[in-house]
Each structure stands twice: as structure tokens, then as C-alpha cells.
């Protein structure tokens, strides 16, 4: 008991481990500005205390020595959800700088929901042995190769295990499915959000046509010019 | 380094870890801070020229090479002006969100082979990433200026970026093809040798691919010609239109840091990062022309090299903003979605292909063996080649494969 107390004031303790200090730092920062995203009634702050929530997350993942998520976290979540994010609240938004306010009941229905999950979480996380024990050591020479080979179907990890005569067949065929979803997806997005073409006649076209003036002429072809430009 | 203050030196290690992280990134905000010092006299001069004009004359003695200081000075001394609609908090962060991204970027840049603030396994992947939150800033301080011209501003910025990251990131994946990792150190070393040798050369559709890529950096750092967030003729001076003083010289830094940023990525991506056009240290005998044996002394002619070609990256800016008219926003888009995507997609295909059938070259044996810097897995290769190997991507796969297994 001694010694985990020990352990427990050595992380506190910055001077003595910069590992520790700076899992404590991006933790803290992480959980404090998740809560403020729930706190805080402004949009735009929303936004900025998610920025600094999902950020600290992707420090945490360079701290573990998992570079590729980490950066894969700032990409993607930092950098891809809030710039949505915030065309969202710019697009919707009636009056500046808006203010939401949650329904009573809606905190308390989120905040049970929060709390379950939480507890499963919390549980999961605990019943995994080898989460246990501290310092399982700072991983040396992180590289993403392993998963890049693992994505087009070579499994690193496994050709080293003399009962395997050869590799497993790694993530090929799921990868391979996500991606021409997620292209569907894209795809029937931007079919349904794109502009309707207009069928009434511009006033420019019909002065064209009134014109009646020959093609090719000076005045048909600054007309179409025109009309090509506001497309 | 900080390993040398232990072992050497005796010191704690966090005391040696916190001098070597205190030393890069005093370094690292030497870099942008410096440059950005020289390349607004470089603008102004460069614009002056282009323009038949002078420019700064003065200031300093001649060239007015002491006009960026005394800007520096003025804006120090101008008043902090906020309006008074603005949300107060968001409003004073938004510089230094947007400068924040700028240097977290340089973190993972190397300047030559080595000296590099962090080395990253996933470095170009880490830069780009990093760069594209810069936009945040840029969207904060135009929303919270609450000014109509800002938010026009942030909103041009928002979409230009979101939309440019595309292409910029098809770009850059083809130099990480044909270096087959994703460390900036270890595709800056493919490309040692003779000029033949760098990415730009290899083949027909890298040589179109690096200008798509300069044009998709030129809009993602928000410059002439696609400089619409701060169109001075439309928008007053957009996104940063309230800020003044010290606030406003921060979204400078951070611009010119970007700027640089992009060229030096460019510079080791396509032009060979550190090495110069003609190994001159290996025809002299000073080296064997592998920069793990390298001594300092050219490790630092390699950070001149790569400043140099930086700086004629920024110089290219400068000159395109000078010359070209302005795009309009559907012009912006046009170029993005019509051109540079599909052509980056293609020139992607055809870099593929070329590798596959041409891995030689078009004359097989006209490549001069670059380093063998390749990150190998599941090969197995010649003992010199294999040393090399190990001392630049740093562990080989049967020692990784132990030590996941242990």
C-alpha cells in the first residue's frame, strides 16, 4: 500500500517523471474542457472547449507512443469534425454569437444515460489485467508500418509465430468495404444537397432571344458569356 | 541529445529532457520569428520591385533592411482594440490558436538529417494535420469579431481550407510511395546523390504533381492569388479586419511561419529536402555520402541547404502574389475540384503504375542508389545495408517483432 502511494505522489510529483506529469496534464485537460462543452451555452465555446478535449486525447495517444492515431485524432476529429462543426453552427445560426439552453429534463435523461455509460466503461477498462499494472514502459520506435502492411492484408505480428506457415490475411476485404460505403455515402450526399437547376428563364437569356441577333455576334456572345459566368 | 546530458553530463534526466525541449523550441520560435522578420522585408522589396517602386530605403542605413523591426515596434506600441460586440475570451485567444498550429507544425520538421525538434514515424501525416488546424484560429477570430466582414472572411477561409486539404493530401501521399515511409528524415535521405536523384525528377507525373502541390499550399497558407479570407478590396482586410497591434502581428506570424512551413515541406518531399544538387561531400572524400556518418559540420550545411530552398519556395510566393490578380470564390473552388483533384488523382495512378513497371527508371541503372534508407519490412538485405537501415528507421523488424512479443 506504501508503495502505490508512493507511485501515486511520484506522478504527482512533475519533477521527478515528465511521463506522468504530462498524462495528468492532458487527462485533466481532456475531462475539464469535456465537461465545460456540456456547461457552456455558446456554440462557438463549444466548439473550442471540443478542440481542446479532442486535442489533449490525441497528446495522450502521442504520449502512449501511438503516433499514427494521434494523428489520425487531430486530423479527423480535431481538425475534420469541428471545421463541420462550426460550418454548421455558421449556417444555422439566425443571430450572432447564439445561445442554447438544454430543457431540464433533457440534462437529466442525458446525464443518466452519461453515467451508464461511463460505469460500462470504467468496468471494461479496469477488467483488463495487463491495464493494471503501471509502467508497462514507453513504447520505443513507434512506427505505422505494422498497420499499413496489416491494411493491404500482411500481418507484422503474426510472421514471427513459427506455428503460422503464413501471414494472416489482415484487414484487406473490411477495408476495402468501409471505403466504397463511405464513397456511397459521399456520393448520394452530394446528389441530394446539390443545387436545383433553375427552369425559369433569366431576364438576361430572354433579352438574348428577344434580340434575336445572329450567333456568333458581338452581343450573343457577351450574353452567353455572362450567363455561362453566373453558373 | 538529451541522452548525451544524462550519460555525458551526469544531469537528472528530467532536467536534461527539459533543457533539450526548452532548447528546440527556442530554436524553433527563432526560426519562425526570424523569418518572418525577413521575409516581410523581402515582400516589401519584392513588391516594390515588381511594382517599379523602392520600397523601404531607409530604415537601418541601406535596403532598409531595419524596416521589419520597426514594425515590429510600431505594432508593439498601438492600442489593443476590441469591439464591442466581440466575445472577449475567443476573441483575444484567436491569434494564438492560429500561431500554436504554425510552430506545432515546425515540431516535426527536420532541417536536415536529424535535427528535427521531434523525429515522427508519422511526420508528414503530423504536418499536414497540424496545419489544417490553423483554420480554427482564423474561423475564431472572424466569429468572434462579430463583424460581417470577418465572418465573410472566416467563412471563404473555412472552405477554401476544408476544400484544399483534399488535393494537398493526395499530393503529398506520392513522395511517401516512393520513399515507402511516412518519416520526413527518412524521404528527405532517399533523395541523397545527385539532383537525378530527388523526387521532382523521377518521373514525368511527379514533375506535374509538385505544382499541383504548390498550388494546393499556396491556398492552404491562404495567399495570393487565393487570399479571399482577407480581400482587401471586398472585405476591408476580412477575418483579422478588428484586430490591431501585437494581436494582429501573431496571425502574421503564423501566416509567413505557414508559408515557410509549406516550402520546406515541398523542399523535402520533391527537391531533395537537405541534399544539394551535387553530393559535393561525397566527391571530396568528407563523407560516404550516407548522413547517418555524416559529421555536424555538414549536417549544418544540409540546414542551409534546406533554408535556401525554403526561402526560394517563399520567394515564389511572393512573386505569384505580386503578378496574378485575385481568384474569385467560384474560381477558388473550380481550381480545387475541376483541376487540382482530379490531376492529383491521376498523376497519383500514373506515379503508381511507374513504380511497378519502371521502378529503374526509363534507362534501367540511370538512378544512382540513394541511401538505403527504405524502411524494410519482411526483406532481407546485405549487412552494409541493413547497418544503415537500422540506424535510421531506428529498429528492424525481428527486434520489434521480439520485443511486441515479449
Known amino acids: 500500500m506504501n508503495h502505490e502511494a508512493l507511485s501515486v505522489l511520484a506522478s504527482l510529483f512533475p519533477f521527478l517523471d515528465w511521463h506522468g506529469f504530462f498524462f495528468l496534464l492532458f487527462a485533466g485537460v481532456a475531462c475539464v474542457a469535456a465537461v465545460m462543452v456540456v456547461l457552456s451555452d455558446n456554440v462557438v465555446r463549444m466548439a473550442l472547449h471540443l478542440v481542446l478535449s479532442l486535442g489533449a486525447t490525441a497528446g495522450l495517444f502521442f504520449l502512449a507512443g501511438a503516433e499514427f492515431v494521434g494523428a489520425m485524432q487531430l486530423m479527423i476529429y480535431v481538425g475534420g469534425t469541428l471545421v463541420l462543426l462550426v460550418f454548421g453552427v455558421m449556417l444555422t445560426a439566425q443571430t450572432q454569437l447564439v445561445a442554447l439552453r438544454t430543457p431540464a429534463g433533457d440534462r437529466v435523461i442525458a446525464g443518466i444515460l452519461a453515467a451508464a455509460l461511463l460505469a460500462v466503461l470504467v468496468q471494461a477498462a479496469f477488467s483488463i489485467d495487463s491495464w493494471q499494472k503501471a509502467g508497462q514502459g514507453v513504447a520505443t520506435a513507434p512506427t505505422a508500418t505494422p498497420l499499413g502492411m496489416a491494411l493491404v492484408g500482411v500481418r507484422v505480428d503474426q510472421v514471427a509465430d513459427e506455428n503460422l506457415v503464413r501471414p494472416k490475411s489482415g484487414y484487406l476485404l473490411p477495408f476495402e468495404i468501409v471505403s466504397v460505403h463511405l464513397l456511397v455515402v459521399l456520393v448520394g450526399a452530394a446528389y441530394l444537397a446539390r443545387a436545383k437547376r433553375r427552369r425559369v428563364p433569366r431576364p438576361v437569356d430572354l433579352v438574348a432571344s428577344a434580340d434575336s441577333v445572329k450567333p456568333g455576334s458581338p452581343v450573343a456572345a457577351s450574353s452567353t458569356l455572362v450567363a455561362g459566368g453566373s453558373e | 541529445m538529451a541522452e548525451f546530458l544524462i550519460e555525458t553530463i551526469g544531469l537528472p534526466v528530467w532536467l536534461s529532457w527539459t533543457a533539450i525541449a526548452g532548447l528546440s523550441a527556442f530554436l524553433i520560435l527563432n526560426v519562425i520569428a526570424g523569418g518572418a522578420l525577413v521575409f516581410i522585408w523581402a515582400e516589401r522589396k519584392i513588391a516594390a520591385r515588381i511594382q517599379d517602386r523602392l520600397g523601404p530605403t531607409r530604415t537601418g542605413g541601406r535596403f532598409g533592411w531595419l524596416q521589419s523591426l520597426a514594425d515590429g515596434i510600431k505594432l508593439l506600441a498601438k492600442e489593443d482594440l476590441m469591439p464591442d460586440g466581440a466575445d472577449a475570451l475567443l476573441f483575444r485567444i484567436a491569434p494564438y490558436v492560429s500561431f500554436c498550429a504554425s510552430f506545432c507544425a515546425f515540431i516535426a520538421l527536420p532541417f536536415a538529417f536529424d535535427v528535427v525538434g521531434q523525429r515522427l514515424n508519422v511526420g508528414v501525416f503530423f504536418v499536414v494535420a497540424v496545419l489544417g488546424l490553423e483554420v480554427f484560429g482564423v474561423i475564431l477570430a472572424g466569429y468572434a469579431s462579430a463583424s460581417k466582414w470577418s465572418l465573410f472572411g472566416a467563412m471563404r477561409e473555412a472552405a477554401q481550407v476544408v476544400s484544399y486539404e483534399v488535393p494537398l493530401g493526395m499530393c503529398v501521399v506520392v513522395p511517401v510511395m516512393l520513399a515507402g515511409s511516412m518519416d520526413l528524415v527518412t524521404i528527405g535521405e532517399k533523395q541523397a546523390g545527385w ?55 501573431f496571425f502574421f506570424m503564423a501566416e509567413y511561419g ?106 534501367p541503372g540511370s538512378f544512382q542508389n540513394a541511401a538505403g534508407v527504405r524502411e524494410g519490412w519482411l526483406e532481407q538485405s546485405g549487412s552494409e545495408e541493413s547497418v544503415n537501415k537500422d540506424s535510421l528507421s531506428g529498429i528492424t523488424p525481428s527486434r520489434r517483432i521480439a520485443e511486441v512479443s515479449r
Not at chain 2, 287 to 299: E, F, H, I, Q, T
Open chain 2, 258 to 363: 505557414s508559408m515557410f512551413l509549406v516550402s520546406a515541406l515541398a523542399a523535402i518531399l520533391f527537391l531533395g529536402g537537405w541534399n544539394g544538387p551535387v553530393p559535393v561531400s561525397k566527391l571530396l572524400g568528407l563523407s560516404d555520402g550516407m548522413a547517418v556518418n555524416a559529421p555536424y559540420a555538414l549536417r549544418l550545411l544540409g540546414c542551409v541547404n534546406l533554408f535556401l530552398k525554403a526561402a526560394v519556395g517563399v520567394f515564389v510566393m511572393m512573386w505569384i502574389r505580386w503578378t496574378l490578380p485575385r481568384l474569385r470564390i467560384d474560381q477558388v473552388m473550380t481550381t480545387c475540384l475541376k483541376y487540382c483533384t482530379p490531376i492529383a488523382a491521376a498523376m497519383f495512378v500514373g506515379v503508381m503504375l511507374w513504380q511497378l513497371f519502371l521502378p529503374g527508371g526509363l534507362v
Open chain 2, 195 to 249: 539532383a537525378s536523384n530527388w523526387f521532382i525528377f523521377h518521373d514525368p507525373f511527379t514533375f506535374i504533381i509538385f505544382w499541383v502541390y504548390y498550388t494546393c499550399a499556396l491556398a492552404s497558407v491562404n495567399r495570393a492569388p487565393f487570399d479571399l479570407a482577407e480581400a482587401e478590396s471586398e472585405l476591408v482586410a476580412g477575418f483579422h479586419t478588428e484586430y490591431s497591434g501585437l494581436r494582429w502581428s
